[in-house]
T-cell receptor
Framework: AQSVTQLGSHVSVSEGALVLLRCNYSSSVPPYLFWYVQYPNQGLQLLLKYTSAATLVKGINGFEAEFKKSETSFHLTKPSAHMSDAAEYFCAVSEGVSNTGKLIFGQGTTLQVKP | EAGVAQSPRYKIIEKRQSVAFWCNPISGHATLYWYQQILGQGPKLLIQFQNNGVVDDSQLPKDRFSAERLKGVDSTLKIQPAKLEDSAVYLC??????????FGEGSWLTVV
């Protein structure tokens, strides 16, 4: 069975500092991996996705993530945090071989950006 | 391109009452999903449709939840009777080609 673990339910950084949100996955087949962002009282917005092409994936708003098979990780980074990045971030996995699109989500990480 | 539309955005009901949520997916998307997101948790899949057929409803509490997508386009999720633990955001999503799922803004349910 597939699963996702997000390390750290709450991350706090200063504006301009590096953002690092951790995600580890478990999958018996090559995974498809996703990061979504959720702003207060809104739905989920796709930040980026990995679908077995390049291991370094660039997304919107300056975010990127690197797929590391040996570490079963897909951590999300951004070089310089902005106040508008404050939100809830979710890592998700779906089956890569026969991708039905069904997503398994992690518990989420709340990102706080301090001025 | 219009996104996934959901209504109502907010609903407050008493326990044992019923409620229905509506979703209209992105035009042309064959796959439609309903997720439940309880406060402080990640979304959990309730049901997945491919056109008007059910692909996965293994986590749908069928004694109280039902969903349909009769014409393979819009969908309705119903809860009857509601329990306090059903308080959550109900997210509808749709997917087309390219393995990307797009979410609506959600329907926020409070059961009192």
């Amino acid at each position: 069975a597939q699963s996702v673990t997000q390390l750290g339910s709450h991350v706090s950084v200063s504006e301009g500092a590096l953002v690092l949100l951790r995600c580890n996955y478990s999958s018996s087949v090559p995974p498809y991996l996703f990061w979504y962002v959720q702003y207060p009282n809104q739905g989920l917005q796709l930040l980026l996705k990995y679908t077995s092409a390049a291991t370094l994936v660039k997304g919107i708003n300056g975010f990127e993530a690197e797929f590391k098979k040996s570490e079963t990780s897909f951590h999300l980074t951004k070089p310089s945090a902005h106040m508008s990045d404050a939100a809830e971030y979710f890592c998700a996995v779906s089956e890569g071989v026969s991708n039905t699109g069904k997503l398994i989500f992690g518990q989420g990480t709340t990102l706080q950006v301090k001025p | 391109e219009a996104g996934v539309a959901q209504s109502p955005r907010y609903k407050i009901i008493e326990k044992r009452q019923s409620v229905a949520f509506w979703c209209n997916p992105i035009s042309g998307h064959a796959t439609l999903y309903w997720y439940q997101q309880i406060l402080g948790q990640g979304p959990k899949l309730l049901i997945q449709f491919q056109n008007n057929g059910v692909v996965d409803d293994s986590q749908l509490p069928k004694d109280r939840f039902s969903a349909e997508r009769l014409k393979g386009v819009d969908s309705t999720l119903k809860i009857q009777p509601a329990k306090l633990e059903d308080s959550a955001v109900y997210l509808c999503a749709s997917g087309g080609a390219g393995n990307t799922i797009y979410f609506g803004e959600g329907s926020w349910l409070t059961v009192v």
